[in-house]
């Protein structure tokens, strides 16, 4: 994909890093013009450019649109030209440039975004299945168990032994499933009230969650955020064996995922309130919610084999 090896070198740092950016190619020019086509450049969220892609009658239109691909996850196609085309292209957007030149270039801009991150608790079937199908799903999967053993979870990116995840490493905030199921349920739930992230799971029946999650509140935790604890997990399909619930709980992340997409907005803190520095004085938009299990004792994780 890259020719130069030094650029080829920052994306492998930007990724390793788990920096998001945007790689802009020339596909087509017409002269004069600086840049050719198969010229490429790395944008990141801030703006800075790696490599060469045309000069400052350029770079803007680029930064913009390649702001906008990191946000709402697209591929876009740019035409930068000194003048109005007459005949615009629906799939092109068009970008006027005050160069004197007179030449004009199509630049696709492809986000590169992290993975998501799954922060899993627990290592039960239900966590060893779960793990799995997370992976290629397309999940950087990090498993916290004081018991998670390596031969148990081959896909898992990262193995914590215990279920202080100070040490995780997770690309952004991270959507966390609690899947201890019977082993260690509280400290996992306390554990998982710790993570900054718009997400919480927890695999139980609802009538062991409500238990549960009237312990925490006992123990002080925030009732807001211990309240939009998710349980039963995932959605409801009638699952009943530990790999048919881990296809439910990861059809939820899936529809978590695709929701936040949607609608960007600031993660959950520990407390359960949005983190920016102004969340105090506005209101927190309201996202699009996934799809939520019907609450009973009955079908999804709501069996007793999910208990």
Known sequence: MFKDRALADKA?????????????????????TSAQPGYKALVTASGDIH???????????????????????QPQLIRVSPVEDEHPDDDVAGFKS??????????????????PALLLFGSSEVAKSLATLAHFAGFAVT????????????????????????DARCSGAPLVVVATQGKGDQAALQAALGVETYYRAFIASKRKADKLKQLLKDKGHDPQAV???????????GATSPEEIAVSVLAGLVAARHAELAAPAEPLSPDGNATSAD?????????????????TESGCCGSKAAT
């Open 12 to 32: 492998r740092q930007l990724e390793a890093d788990h920096t998001p950016y945007a790689l802009a190619t020339v596909v087509r020019c017409k002269p004069p």
């Open 51 to 73: 490599g060469w892609i045309g000069g400052g009658c350029v770079q803007p239109a680029v930064i913009k649109t390649a702001k906008q691909a990191l946000r709402d996850g």
């Open 98 to 115: 005050a160069c004197y030149s007179g030449g004009s270039l199509d630049i696709f801009i492809e986000p590169m975004l992290s993975r």
């Open 143 to 166: 498993v916290a168990s004081p018991a998670a053993e390596e031969a148990s979870f081959p896909w898992a990116d990262q193995i914590i032994a215990g279920f202080d995840t100070d």
């Open 227 to 237: 309240d939009a604890i998710i349980a039963p997990a995932g959605l409801a399909i």
């Open 279 to 295: 969340a105090t004085t506005a209101p927190r938009p309201q996202r699009p919610t996934a799809p939520r299990p019907n609450p």
